[in-house]
């Protein structure tokens, strides 16, 4: 299992943003981007973006973040006992827009290859450009679903440790 790193504190402020900038090979499927800033107990304030439609959290909740690396995958809110993982809502595309430009770009280089010397150049650039849609999806779609189970039991840690270790609260 990954390593992920968590981050706890209060929710001080949600903003979502539409109509993500989107670079020649940056896809999102959600056309939504939130930021988002956690308080830690210490005091420091943690900046977080995530590309997603879901947030279970609003403003003045505790929550506990999952990260891996810099990544927002995962959010458990303590105050409602909701959580999403990111990867669940929202997961990554299969298929990139530069994946195209490879593809052609194989091909070209194995024409280009087989017009130059001879047929070996042809017998493997051109399976090459064949194979490589269907193996980079079959790993894209691997990765996506191994990541959403750890993402899934790293959730249910984090609620374990908050049922364990309860909250005292000042009632009126």
Known sequence: MRKFWSVSGQLVEVQRYINVPMRWCEQYPARERREMWISMAGGHDIKLVVHSR?????????????????????????TTG????????????????????????????????????????????????????????????AWRCR????????????KEDEVAQPILRRVK
């Open 54 to 78: 879901e947030m279970p959290a609003r403003r003045g909740h505790q929550v506990t973040a999952l990260l891996l690396g810099e990544r927002l995958v995962g959010l458990h809110n303590a």
């Open 82 to 141: 909701k959580q999403v993982n990111f990867l669940r809502a929202d997961p990554p595309l299969l298929w990139r827009r530069c994946d195209a430009v490879v593809v052609a770009a194989l091909s070209v280089a194995s024409i280009a290859a087989f017009a130059l010397s001879a047929w070996p150049a042809l017998l493997i650039g051109l399976p090459l450009a064949l194979l490589y849609p269907p193996l980079i999806v079959m790993a894209r779609f």
């Open 147 to 158: 990541m959403r189970a750890q993402v899934d039991r790293a959730l249910a840690m984090v």
